[in-house]
């Protein structure tokens, strides 16, 4: 009876052992899911703010195209009113 206690007894302590190892265990992954998740919360915010600031350098750079060919136009303008100036400056002096 006393052997059949002692077995019993070891076998408690075994699984109590095991119980408590698996319990540890479950905790670690826990706390493994929890960095993962907050990873993948992080790099999906990445991943928005990236989409963000491309679609506003593609906006950035098509007003930047736009703000050149205005700027170009108005040389040209420029250029043609000081030509039409210096002819007529010659015109008078011929």
Request: aromatic share 10%.
């Amino acid at each position: 009876m006393i052997d059949e206690c002692d077995k019993l007894r070891t076998a408690l302590i075994a699984k109590s052992d095991e119980y408590d190892s698996k319990q540890n265990e479950n905790e670690q992954l826990k706390t493994k899911i929890y960095e993962l998740e907050s990873i993948i919360k992080s790099l999906r915010d990445t991943n928005d703010f990236q989409k963000r600031s491309n679609d506003e350098n593609e906006i950035n750079k098509q007003e930047l195209k736009r703000k050149q060919d205005d700027f170009e136009q108005f040389q040209k303008v420029c250029w043609s009113k000081k030509k039409i100036f210096f002819f007529e400056k010659i015109l008078i002096f011929l």
